[in-house]
């Protein structure tokens, strides 16, 4: 059975990010079953991509790495939390901030899907290829006239 090794983050659909530093999958055998916890040299509130990123793979009886694997499919992986935010929006639309962990991991960079129309995401502020930007303390304009909405922090709209 294969098992991950490492992960390789997409800006969007072609383009990998190529100034992240390295990462790694560590697993192990426990009871027959393998567990991998995950580590990287990246700082966590560096960790964003799209979900087009790819997960290595490879089976325990061979060296070759496998890459074709689309991150969205890993059953298990970091889902945001500790999330708050700064206050709600008002009605006539504004900026607020959000804070929590794994915010943008599969989120791509610049937007955020909502329940009111996913075909117009809302636009996260800044600059996401700055190595000060911290992607678990975004700024997110909200339009006029919202109203009622979840959002949903990973494109597969699975993650309110």
Do not use: Q
């Not at 960790?47 to 694997?69: A, M, P, Q």
């Not at 700024?139 to 309110?160: A, I, Q």
Request: glycine fraction near 6%; aromatic fraction near 14%.
């Amino acid at each position: 059975l294969p098992y991950s090794t490492r992960l390789i983050l997409y800006k969007n659909e072609k383009e990998p990010r190529t100034e992240m530093a390295p990462n790694y999958f560590n697993c192990s055998l426990v009871d027959g079953e393998r567990h991998c916890l995950f580590h990287s040299d990246e700082p966590f509130s560096r960790l964003w991509g799209s979900i087009d990123s790819k997960v290595c793979v490879r089976d325990k009886s061979n060296t070759v790495e496998d890459c074709t694997f689309d991150a969205s499919g890993l059953v298990y992986y970091p889902k945001v939390y500790n999330l708050k935010y700064s206050k709600k929006p008002k009605t006539s639309g504004e900026d607020i901030v959000i804070t929590g962990s794994y915010l943008r991991l599969f989120g791509g960079p610049n937007f955020l899907i909502n329940s009111i129309d996913v075909n117009k995401p809302f636009v996260v502020k800044g600059n996401f290829s700055d190595p000060s930007f911290d992607c678990n303390n975004i700024t997110v304009t909200f339009p006029p006239g919202s109203g009622k909405f979840r959002l949903y922090y990973d494109e597969t709209g699975d993650n309110p």
